[in-house]
Every structure is written in C-alpha cells, then in structure tokens.
C-alpha cells in the first residue's frame, strides 16, 4: 500500500512564507511526477505545481515566482516552499504522487490526506 504523508501547514501573515513537505512510503517500483494541489471552501481542487522524476517542474499562473517546488527521488519526498504568501492561498493543500507500484502496470495516482494552510490578513 502506498502512503503520503504531508506536513508543514499551519498558520502565517501575509508576505510569510511556509515549507511543505511530502514523505511517500511503501510498496511501489517507483515514482513518476509528484506535485501538490489545493483546494479552497467552496471551491474545485487546483493545481499548485508538479515536478518530474528528472525535475521539470509545471506551476499554476497565480503561484510563478512565489512557489517552489522541488524533490528528493532517493527519498521520495517532494517539497513546496511558499513566499510571499496571501489570504487567497489559504486552502487544504493535497500531495500527489504518480506511482508505479509495479514495473509491468501503468502508474496510478496516489494522494494524501492534506495539510492545511491558512494566510492571515
């Protein structure tokens, strides 16, 4: 069974910044692009930015030159540092990682529980 556990949320002013973390754990061959995604009351899951096996990495418009995203393929473990931080990125902010649990099935989508972030004003 594959696990991802998210840490680092909490709560931070704005213009602060925040560093989240996710640790996967288990039984897989490997893992393809790992990314986070969050979601707002009230509003569809989004995506926050993506990051391959060999790092590319993919941001949402609103979070260029504020997130970073980066990972640690020997731990598995993929990284969102946050800067400059607003009210509007308070939400639940969901790892995901695509994982091949075996060498001969395609890779499927694995998430965590969430952490949650909230931007005071």
């Known amino acids: 069974q594959v696990q991802l556990v998210e840490s680092g949320g909490g709560l931070v002013q704005a213009g602060g910044s925040l560093r989240l973390s996710c640790a996967a754990s288990g039984r897989f061959f490997g893992i393809d692009a790992m990314g986070w995604y969050r979601q707002a009351p009230g509003k569809q899951r989004e995506l926050v930015a993506t990051?391959?096996?060999?790092?590319?990495?993919t941001y949402a418009d609103s979070m260029k030159g504020r997130f970073t995203i980066s990972r640690d393929n020997a731990k598995n473990t993929v990284l969102l540092h946050m800067n400059s931080l607003k009210p509007e990125d308070s939400a639940v902010y969901y790892c995901n990682a695509r994982v091949r649990v075996l060498i001969t099935r395609p890779a499927t989508d694995y998430w965590g529980k969430g952490t949650l972030v909230t931007v005071s004003s």
């Open positions: 990051i391959t096996t060999g790092g590319s990495t």
